[in-house]
């Protein structure tokens, strides 16, 4: 648990050192859409949420 922490901690001081924070939408993005995939797998709600991709 603490390394996945380690590695996010990791990314937000290379972003800050290259001054790369337009990358931040394109990682929230990742982020969401991940989440939402892993939500689709276990609910009810899976065959409305196919159906936006």
Do not use: R
Not at 9 to 21: C, G, M, Q, R, Y
Not at 34 to 47: D, K, T
């Amino acid at each position: 648990m603490f390394k996945n922490l380690k590695i996010v901690v990791e990314l937000f001081e290379f972003l800050k050192h290259e001054k790369k924070w337009w990358l931040m939408p394109l990682i929230l993005v990742f982020v969401l859409l991940g989440a939402l995939i892993i939500f689709a797998e276990s609910s009810a709600l899976a065959p409305f949420l196919y159906s936006l991709f």
